[in-house]
Every structure is written in C-alpha cells, then in structure tokens.
C-alpha cells in the first residue's frame, strides 16, 4: 500500500497533534510514522512529519483545511508515488555526481535526475551511462544573468537544485527561482573556514579532523541552514593534497544525506536552522 | 512547569495516534514531545512515547483507560518529578561505576544511587565522597541463594539495577525480583566475541575496532535485548592490555548512555530487541 | 623525485633498523617515511615499510641482500612508478565494483583495473564508461574447477585480486595461484555474522551498529586476516533492507580502503593477524 | 626491561634515521618502536621519536652529542621510570578534572597529580578522595598578576600545566614560566565559534555536529597548536543545556587523550601545528 506523508508547521499551542491525528483518523487513513518538534528558541513554532497510507494524498489534504484555518497551519501533502525531480549542477569535480546518480540509480535516493548543468564540459561523459541530458551553460564573467535565465529554463519543474561542487555563486533571482530549495556542499565544517580553499586552511591550522557541510543556499554566502555534517579525522602527514582527497569522501556522504533527507521531505528549515526527521 | 510522560504498547491499528494524542487534550494535556515506532517484523506491535505537560500524571493515567480497554493497550505513566533510584553492582573495575556516580552527581544522568553492591570491598571507598551506601555482599561458590536473597533484600523498591563490571552471573530468581530492569555491560560489539576475556580475543582475532554493548539481562547469557553499542578504532600496535584501557572507554560511554535512556523511559523492549526513542 | 618502498620483516633482534637504515644511507638513499612494529604476541617478529628516494628501486634491493643473509630478513622492493593491477570480481551488486573504478579512475586509489570478472553478466555495462574489460564467467554447480581455471587464466600476472562482493568460496588452488593476495569484503562486522544473510540476522538480534570487514582470504570462511573493518550506527526503525543500504556504504568505504592499503604495500600477514602501516 | 625515549627535531638531510639508529645500536639499545616525519610544509624538518631499552637514558643521550652538532639536532632524551608531574587548573566545572584524577589513579594516564589549582573553591573537595593538595587562588580582576606569581610558585617543577575548564586568560609570562608546556581545552570545534559561549554559538548556527579541542596554550587566545579535536552528532531537538551536557563528555575524552600524548612524548610543537606520533 502506498504510504503518502504530511509537512505541518505552526504557532505552537495544545492540541496540534490530536487535530492532527484526528483529523487523519476521521478520514480511515493509518499513520505509519509521525515525528514531531517544538522549536522554542524564538516564539514556539510546531513542526511535524507523518507518514500515512489508507487514503489518497488529495483526501488527506483537503481534510487538513480546517487546521490550516484553526492553527494558521501550513501542511504540504506529498504524493509517496511521486519521483521527485532533481537538477545537479557541476563544475570539473566528479564525485558527488558520480554519488548521486549511482544513488538515483540502485534505487537508495528515490529521486530522478532530470538535468545535469555544468559551466565546463569536463563531466558530460559522466552522464552518458545513466541516461542522463547533460547541459552546458558556460558562466561568463559579467555575465552570470543570461547563464541563469538558461538555467532556470532547463530546470524548469525540478523539485530541487543540487550544487554539487558547482564553485559558482548564484544570485538571488536564481535562489526565488526555486523558491529556497537549493542545497549545496561545502568543503568544511562550518563555520569553520569559510571562503575558499578550506583545505589549505585546515592544513595550517593543524586541524585533526575535516569535515564538510550541506547546506540550503541564502544570499549570504556559506551561511544558510545546515542539514547534515560529518568529519574525518587525519593527521600531521597529510598535506592539503591528502585533506582533500579524504574529503572528497566526506563531502559525497554528507551531500548524499542531505539530498536524501530533501526528497524524502524530512528537513524543515525553521529560520536559519533546520529540523531534520531523519 | 513539569513533563510527565506515558510509554504506551499494544497491537497495531488505525487511531492509535488519534486516540492517545485525543484523550490527552481532552483533559487539556499538551503534547511536548512524542515518539512513535510499528515494528512489523512480527504481529505489528505499537509502541508510543509521549512526554506531556499541564495535567498531573494521575490525570493522564486515568484518561488512559478507556485505551486500556478498546486497544489492549499497555500504558505507563511517569511522574517527571520523581527521581528515579539506582542500584550499582560492582565487582573490582571502577570506570563504570565512577561514571554512574558522576553523571548522577552532576545532573546529566537523572537518577540516584540508592545503594552500591559489591561482591569485593575494592570499591567501597569509591562511594564514599558520594555520600552512597556501599554493601560489601561476597558471592561465595554455591550459595550465590543466600547473596541473592540479601542484594535483593538491600535493593528493595529501586527501578533498575545496573551491572558496572559485576562480573557475575545473576539467576532468573533475581531478574524476576526487578522484572526484567537489569543492565549490564558486556566488554565486546556482540554478538561477536561472547563469553569470557573479550579482548584478548579480539587481539587474537586481529580486529581494528573494539566495542562494548550494553543489555538488559535475560536468562541466555549475553543474548539479552541491546539498548547501546559503540566502538573505537584499534591496530596492530595495541596488545591485550592497551585494547583493555581503550575499551573502558567505551563501556563506561555506552553503559551511561543505555542507563540514562532507560531511566528517561525511552527504551522500550520488544521480544529480543528494544526501541529505542533516544 | 620517485619514492619506492622496502617492506621488511624478519625475527627480533637488536640493531635491525640501524641495518636497513645503514644500508640505505650507504648507498645515498633517503628515508622519506619509515613504519615499524615488533609483534611480540609469538615468537617476537620485526616489521618494517620505507619510502626512500634518490636510486634506485634495484640498487636497494641489491644493499639489502646482506641483511637478508644475516637478519634471515624477507625484503621486498617495490618501485613506486609501477601501478598495481588489480583484477575485480563481481556477482549482480555494483557499489563495491563502482567504488573501485571511480577511485582508480580519479587517481585516489593508484592501480589500474586489468580485468572485471563476474558470474553473471549485469554488472557488464558498469566497466564500458571506464574502458576496463568485463568477463563473463559463469560458475556451474559442481564445476567450480573449470571456472578458476579460466578466471585464473584471464588474472594471469595481476597483483591483487579483489572479491567485490562475488559471493562465490574460492578453492585453495585459486587463493595459491594469486600466493595469498585475495581481498574479500565481508558484510557484517566479522566475527560477529559469520556466514549468510548478516543484515537479517543483525536486525533479528537487533544490534545499534552494523559492520563491513575487509579481509584476506584463507581456506577458512571469513576467517582471514583482517585489513580494515567500520560502522555505521543504525536504529530499530530500520528493517533489513534498509541496513542492506546502510551495509553497502561502509562495505564499499571499507574495501576502497582496504585496496588502497594493499596496493601501497602498507598491508602485512603476520599470521591471522595484519599489521597495517596506515 | 625500563623502554626509554628520544625525541629529536632537526632540518631534513640525508641520513638522519641511519645516524641515530646507528648510534643506538652502537651503545647496544635496542629499538622498541620508532616515528618519524618530515614535515615539507615550510623549510623541511625533521622529526623523530624512539622508543628504546637495554641501555640507561643517559648513556642514550650522550650517545647523541655528535649529531646535536653534526645535524643541529635538538635530542630529548627522557628516562621512562619518571613519572611526569601535572598541575590542573581549574575553575568550577569539574568533568575534566575528575577525569584525569581518575586516569591518573587507574594508570591509563602515566602521570602523577602534583597540584590542583582554583580560582574558586568548589573542587577542592574532589581533590580529597585522591589525595591531590587544591590550592584555592582567588584571580582578582586587575590584579592577576600576583595570582599568577603564587600559581608559579605552586607548580615549580611540573611537567606541564592542564587547563582544565579554568576560564581564564593566561599572560606571556605565566607562558614562558612553563615553557610553553600549558594545554587547554577548548570547548569548539577550533576554529569555529572561538571566544565564550560555544554551544549557544552552535544551536544558533545549528550545526549538526558540536566539538571541543585541546592545545598548546599560545598568546594569541584560541590559537595555538591543536593537539587533539573531537566531535559528537547533535540535533535539532537539543538546546544549549543539552548540547553543554554531551559537549562535556567530548572536552574530558580530548584533554585525556591530549594529556596522555604530552606526557608521553607523542606531541612535537612544528610551528603553529604539531606532530602527534599517537
């Protein structure tokens, strides 16, 4: 039986889950899962994830409009059958590519790799085996904007971008675009050395772990809402050359994770944080 | 104010969720926290933690009966304000119960040490600075009855027994005396390496991660339900010895770990495996 | 500058490393990194890995040759501009197989893939892309024989065979004929799941952590010498199949390590045991 | 049989393994264990350290007189029978300090607790039980100078000084008297969220993972070697108070293992980064 799932959020008060899990029960669907959060840092916003089967995704969403109306609900309903969409965005760098579309391909990330676009060329043969249109759209210096109309236009109806060592920034017209559902990886733990070349930095620092980062993109560079994180310890004999190779394998993991976590509808940015039901 | 809690268990079906989540509002709970897990692999059994606030536990526990009744559920309520009481027994080693002490000391670990076993007197001055009755009761060959018969004489009423390195085998007389609320830990990742000298049959075998598990006790000597197992990474380098030092580590991490779950009623048993709502 | 290597091991005894040391100072080469480990667990055995550079891989092989004689030392030379070939087998699971062949590719792993073998034919268009032969050769019941006389037909001259994940027992014929140099990734965290179907027995027994193990291969099932083993922390949501994705990222993180060991001769037998100069 | 140690630095050359090993064999030491590393990030350096037996340390370092000029070698030579002394400070917090009085007293930790020192008194009665003299120094605000002359006063003759949650900033001068021999632990990820209040830092960024470092103490404030750095997984449903409680067990686990490499010589000072032969 499918199993479809509901994204709830909320002002915090009593009450949410028994309208939630009522107005569920009223319906005969059965929930499956259900996870649920109260973020108390600012004024206490309620979250919550369910997933259920027994009725359609259009019979539980109509069912959630009097909660919309009563909690100044807002409630995604998300069709379990549907693939979602994604469009990756490379550079030269292959293995978070080469990470996702294996992941797409053995059926781990449920999800469906409509567009790879890379600025350069390098990785057009990666895609070839799977199937998948590769787009080249070269990003001109001054003149970023027509390379993100292009964009926008090949990307038209995906459910998220992925930046996958795409090591372009991109403007907040191409961010409203995808209405925020953007991810990209870092190769650091941040907040720790921000910027360029993380793994020369680290190198002096003498730090003995690496890590890296997947994150939503804002406008403020490197800044937006964490999803997921992991570190590899290494060791005075490695050189920057070393550090990246090691985190090359963090910064796939991390990244794939993540775009897991996305498609699957468990991370729910809640200001510049995110609560991710994994 | 307070956060009481319900740990609730009974057959799968629809409105679970609904009914509990609906009976605590109707007495004007609010939902603070709740956990939920079907484990299909046999009958599909449901299992629910909620932690609550605004009605007394009483309260709560009353509203709980119809429930009782309409889904053969088995319900728990918890008075969050009350401390639940440890006993700790102990052989020779120190580590796990110096952890015990100090994280109940400090807060993080929300129990008390009611009482102290030790079947050596190595201990006793471990307590003292704690302000915990240590009980010297030796375990001699065959009459471990009459050692019985006086431990569970001086643990009278706590709410769970903790084996710290107790090394001893307990009868079922004695399990049935704290119903099944008896941890303990053993020095291996099990199931590998069961039985006796853990590690030095991990040097043998050439392992390059050495684990701890903790467990409840059953009556099947190391087979009990696993609550917590963590690791750390060994080499060649290591003899016995070293891979001894490097395993109290562990076992003291993962045994606080497990009694803190258990004390928070956040680990759950079911058949020969737990749930575990951490 | 090339950087070759000496892998030496030989009875303890007083004045080895100022021998190799010695030698190699006297004919002008420099210890770029040097590894060393006396096993005392038997007999006391002397292990020893350098880089050096400055001449040449034979003229220090020759310098040894001397203590080969007095020390009854066993040295190897390996000249560091030689990339190791490697030969894969594969059944119908592709992660361990892709790994290999992306870190070969990308250079992260330094050998190169002369041959693919596999039992079935579905893991044939993975090596296309890569340009790295495949091999079709079917094991009959009761005709083993017949098929390791082709397969060690077509490995003729490899350094190392890999099993990702061939899920065939290879005969004691075919283990001599590669003298030993046969990696197997096994999925559970050996010696615990031993044998068939290790997710479905972790989950029965309802472990936190699941395991991959890297190991040489003997005569014995899954009882070879360890080279590298890792987990991954898993909960009582997940049924065996998700632990079975779970499994494949540490398997294949555990084998690519385990391979790039192997290949840069950082991996030594001594007995059941290795010693693993990482 | 006593295992004695050196610890050399000296600029890269040809050579340098093969002179000491051969003046170890030369007086008759045997090699018990040996690192070495050179590193090439600036002008290349050397670093070794040697683990010997079979002759006295003073014969050993006498030995090494010729290459103290022929290399410019700086040669530690430390007799292993001595067990190195500590000076803990602290403030009111007590996790790190009752972990390492505790791996004092069980041997994992080969050191001896000479003084515990704090600017408040509420530890001095964990002290008691270890029988370790606490010596109550009040740091008055403008005037931490003459706090700092009786703290001299108090550790003449320490091996190294742990700070150890102290919570103050040490001057130049109190640097200088220990040669450079203070460790601190700090409670981040170094270098994110230098400065106070870490974990507040962290929720508000929400990282997924949270850490702590441990480092040579340098007049720069959060800027000096690193030594050892951990992590532990965090997540949305933790507060401040929460990440503190599982950020502590992360601060006591690095500063042991960072005391334990010092005191054993594992931890050479290259620069702003070190070398840590663990």
Redesign the interface.
């Known amino acids: 039986m499918a199993v479809h799932r509901l994204v709830v959020a909320c002002p915090d008060?009593?009450?949410?889950?028994?309208?939630v899990?009522?107005a569920?029960?009223g319906i005969?669907?059965?929930?499956?899962?259900?996870?649920?959060?109260?973020?108390?840092?600012r004024e206490p916003e309620f979250f919550m994830r369910v997933e259920f089967e027994?009725v359609a995704p259009e019979v539980a969403d109509a069912a959630m409009d009097p909660l919309r109306r009563d909690f100044a609900m807002t409630v995604r309903t998300i069709d379990g059958e549907t693939v979602p969409e994604l469009a990756i965005f490379v550079s030269k760098e292959?293995?978070c590519l080469?990470e996702l579309l294996?992941e797409c391909r053995?059926g781990?990330l449920r999800a469906r790799v409509g567009a790879v676009v890379g600025n350069h060329r390098e990785l057009e043969?990666?895609c070839?085996?799977y199937g998948v249109p590769f787009h080249h759209v070269p990003v001109l210096p001054g003149d970023r904007e027509a390379a993100e109309r292009r964009q926008i236009e090949i990307c038209r109806g995906v459910d998220a971008v992925v930046l996958a060592k795409y090591m372009q920034i991109v403007s907040p017209g191409f961010l409203s675009a995808f209405g925020g559902r953007v991810l990209n990886i870092h190769h650091s733990?941040?907040?720790?050395?921000v910027g360029a070349n993380p793994y020369r930095q680290a190198?002096?620092?003498?730090?003995?772990?690496i890590?890296a980062t997947a994150h939503y993109v804002t406008e403020v560079l490197d800044a937006g809402?964490?999803?997921?994180?992991?570190?590899a310890r290494v060791?005075?004999?490695m050189?920057p050359r070393e550090l990246r190779?090691i985190g090359?394998?963090v910064e796939r993991?991390v990244l794939a994770r993540a775009v897991r976590w996305h498609v699957e509808d468990r991370v729910i940015r809640?200001g510049?944080?995110?609560?991710?039901f994994?």
């Open positions: 008060r009593s009450g949410i889950v028994a309208a899990a009522g569920l029960a005969g669907a059965n929930i499956v899962h259900a996870d649920q959060h109260t973020d108390r840092t027994g292959d293995h080469r294996h053995n781990d043969e990666v070839v085996p733990f941040l907040p720790a050395f190198h002096d620092r003498g730090v003995k772990l890590g809402p964490i999803v997921e994180q992991d570190v060791d005075h004999r050189d190779r090359r394998q993991a809640s510049d944080r995110t609560v991710v994994a």
